[in-house]
């Protein structure tokens, strides 16, 4: 027995069963059906690795969205349904964009987190000229090199995302003249965050003195730690993504540094994964469940009521892209991916549970809002186990122009070919 | 060069190492022993990391810091005796396709059962704050989980050299047919080493849980580098796996201060080399075709 088994076989062996996960991963198909008297909606999210905690909510979102359409009736008097899809890593979520536009038929694609997927996704789109409103990547890239006319944009961009923090740093005295150093991401996302950083804080004097680059699948923080210990900076940028937010956090908090932390890219999942002995530092978001307008609170109230837990952010962008669109096709009296285009290059305003309506930028597709800053709050003042953050007031303020913080035609070279 | 700096990377590197050690005993005791490849010992270790955070709700680390490592250890044992020992004598192949199936059956009912979000256990309260001697400084949990890890590996060593336990299972490793012959019942063996091996990744996952979040795909991320380091120290080898785990941990402390992009690459590098230099590991028996 024992000489049967050689290291060879073993190794060979082995080697298969991992392939076979590999291919098993484009896994099974979800529900079919051939009617042409529904809309379809194709979502696509990740649900498994790093980013999987941000696709459930993601999720969530979009199926209470969806049952909401359908109990005012549907869209032109026709049911959605929700084919929802696992997008895995930019491979699959090409193929599986491609099995959702010819084989299933749906009239839309709506989703993805990854802006290395989404990119992915995109082509598909342009080349089936299927209308993709995504909403959770955040590159400043998918605005920019690498828009197209099919893919409109519901989350915000880095840029917005380091404007609004940026901002908060410099009443704070945190940026000119201060050393920062950053931990980034190793993958499109984390590089595009980090080039937004880097220019923001040569734009107002602060004094870049490192950038450690760090691999997605890293669990062990605390040799970036200790770097972090090594330089000693004013500033830590932390362009991190998914699981790595939490854990680098709870880490980080292990040994107890004084240096401040700040980032471009937050999901409130995230916060509540590390624990509220551990969040720290100030961050920009989209939404905040805490947020007092009206709409806001009914959304609120409707997702617990639902899903028996609060919701975060991404599950707002899933939310909003089933409702901004089934307002358009009501609106428009129509499905074609072409007419919905221009309807939302011609500026309609949609209510994105804030103070202000947003709207979609024609040259671009990125829709433009209000933004947050996070801060941990204080224990003593925690409503409950959720309740972790303060929640600062919209930026821009109420006398801006939402443009304030969104990329300029310099920062973002799109144009649709 | 700063020295402090580079000490306080070591030391971190060989702290991971020994969880990496934890896990890769158990795998390298349950492949020399019983000839098969658990490709679900990373789900126990999530197994026994979520046992913590649920037994810590309830009653407080302390007692999860005993009860888990058991419970994993119970649940070995009933896995040993309902299913792999059915495959001691057959295909390799099919142990391996059993375990998989496993690894990936626990990692959904952890899924289904917790959610895909990480969990957080917090360190607990009397063992938070940080070790400073000059300008060295460090975690106290840290460094307590250091030192139960060496325990448990020096516990290990001494059950496997130094009692009459021990004295069956290295004769069960080196000669099964022998040990048959003579009239020592092997099963009952099997079972206690599955138990602690298991036991032991289930230890890996109780000490980890406060740090580094408790996710249903912890195991698979361990699983990976258990193997490396069992190739590295060579099958059938207590003290080959040792030291295997001690050069991974160094490596990664030094790399990870001059190139830290490399420091998740380091230990596949090292793989490959010992392999080349030395096909049987760094401790293995001598496989005669390949050298």
Known sequence: MKKDLTRRRFLKTAGGAAGATMLASIGAPAVLRAQSDVIKIGHLAPRTGFLGPIGDYAVLGVTLGMEEVNAGGGILGRKVELIAEDSVNPATASAK???????????????????????????VANRT??????????SDELRGKACNRFMFHIEATNTMYVKTVGR????????????????????????????????????????????????TDVTEFSPYVLKVRQARPDLIVINLAGNQNPSFMKQYSEFNLPFPLAG???????????????????????????????????????????????????????????????????????????????????????????????????????????????????????ADKWDMAEVSPPVPAPNEDLEVIAPTRQENPCTFA | MEWIFVLEQVINGLLLAVYYLLVALGL??????????????????????????????????????????????????????????????????????FTFGLSMIVEQCLRIIWGASPITLAIPSFLRGQLFIGDFIYPYYRLGMLGVAVTAVAATWYLLERTWFGKI?????????????????????????????IGLAGLAGVL???????????????LTAAFVVVVIGGLGSFWGVVWAALMIGVARGLVVYFMPAASEASMYVLMVLVLLIRPRGLMGERVERLE
Request: charged share 20%; hydrophobic share 45%.
């Open chain 1, 264 to 382: 471009g890219g937050y999901d409130t999942v995230m916060a509540w994964g590390a624990g509220r002995d551990s969040f720290a530092g100030i961050w920009p978001i989209v939404w905040y469940h805490t947020l007092d307008t009206p709409s806001s609170r009914a959304f609120t109230a409707a997702f617990i009521r639902r899903f028996g837990k609060p919701p975060e952010n991404q599950a707002v962008g899933d939310y909003l892209g089933v409702k901004v669109l089934a307002q358009a096709m009501t609106e428009l009296k129509s499905t074609d991916p072409l007419k919905l285009v221009e309807y939302l290059e011609k500026g309609a305003k949609f209510n994105v549970l804030k103070t202000r309506e947003g709207y979609f930028r024609a040259w671009d597709h990125q829709m433009l809002f209000e933004m947050y800053t996070l801060t941990p709050k204080p224990k003593e003042k925690m």
């Open chain 2, 28 to 97: 390298s005791l349950i492949f020399s022993l019983g000839g098969i490849v658990n490709l679900a010992h990373g789900a126990f270790y999530a197994i026994g990391a979520y046992f913590t955070v649920e037994i810590t709700r309830a009653a407080g680390f302390a007692t999860a810091f005993v009860a888990s490592p058991v419970l994993v250890a119970l649940l070995g044992v009933a896995i040993e005796r309902l299913f792999l020992r059915r495959f001691y004598q057959a295909d390799p192949t099919l142990s391996l396709l």
């Open chain 1, 129 to 138: 000229r299927m209308l993709f409103m995504q909403t959770g990547c955040n």
């Open chain 1, 168 to 215: 908060a740093l410099l009443r704070q005295g945190m940026v000119t003249g201060k050393r920062w150093m950053a931990l980034t991401a190793d993958y499109a996302f984390g590089h595009d965050l980090l080039r937004v950083a880097q220019r923001f804080m040569g734009e107002h004097g602060g004094v870049f003195i490192g950038n450690e680059m760090v691999p």
């Open chain 1, 97 to 123: 964009a491609e099995r959702l536009v010819e084989r299933d038929k749906v009239n839309l694609l709506l989703g993805e987190i990854s802006s290395a997927s989404g990119l992915a996704i995109a082509q």
């Open chain 2, 208 to 222: 980890l849980a406060p740090i580094s979040g408790v996710h249903p795909a912890m195991g698979s991320e361990i």
């Open chain 2, 169 to 197: 299972v290295r004769a069960g490793v080196a000669d099964p047919d022998m040990v048959r012959v003579v009239g020592i019942p092997l099963a009952p063996v099997l079972t206690a080493v599955s138990g602690m091996g």
